[in-house]
């Protein structure tokens, strides 16, 4: 009755098709012949509508017993929407994962490494068959891997690490600039059982920065030689840049 939102009255009496999936004769009669020979009918996924016409994902068993002389069905149905769409979450989140150009990572907390997308590969260069089951401590450089304790440090206080910039070595040895955000991953009673890392290659990010630095050492030393004054403006014709002669 909570299930389907009828009251007793209103199912008692009434056949099986009238209140279930089964709402044509051939797929009925289908499901009786499949009883009759096995003794068994399961649906692990059978989509069901109820009184207020909102449609459900159920679990739905039929078996057949013996009542005296009589043959009888018991059908138990169990409700696994939230189930279904707890799935549906994990599905769009594993695509989020496989597709995205960051490296997203899961380890243990002893540092092991237990999944490994697409991103991490392009990356760092190791495939997830060379780097899932061996230590992280693998992508840090030796003069860095104190790091990595204080990293884990927060992650088992249950605190987040956000935007840690920092370097690390791919499997070629070059050493490359990158972002670190870490978050723990939790069981059911809240405590931190793993961390799930995301790392950002901002190499070409912190060149262009150097670039528009030495740019601007070079404009300065270039204005610092000159007998005139100027005044350099942005784009919003605000003063960026201004030079008086000694």
Known sequence: MQLLGFSREEMVGKTVCELSPFKDVV?????????????????????????????????????????????????????????KQAELRLILLAAIVASSDDAIIGKDLDTTITSWNHGAEKIFGYTAGEMVGSSILRLIPAD???EEDKILDRIKRGESVQHFETLRQTKD?????????????????????????????????KRAVEIILETKRFLRSTLDALSSHIAILDEHGKIDLCHQPD
């Open 173 to 205: 040895g070059r050493l490359i600039d990158v972002s670190i955000t870490a978050s723990p991953i939790k069981d059911a009673s809240g405590q931190a059982i793993g961390v799930s890392k995301v790392a950002r290659d901002i190499s070409e990010r």
């Open 144 to 146: 860095r891997q104190d």
């Open 27 to 83: 797929s009925n009669q289908a499901m009786l012949e499949r009883l009759q020979t096995d003794g068994y009918v399961r649906y692990e996924d059978l989509p069901w509508e109820t009184k207020a016409g909102f449609m459900i994902a159920v679990e739905f068993v039929c078996n057949v017993y013996q009542a005296g002389s009589k043959q009888m069905i018991q059908c138990d149905i169990r409700d696994i929407t939230k189930r």
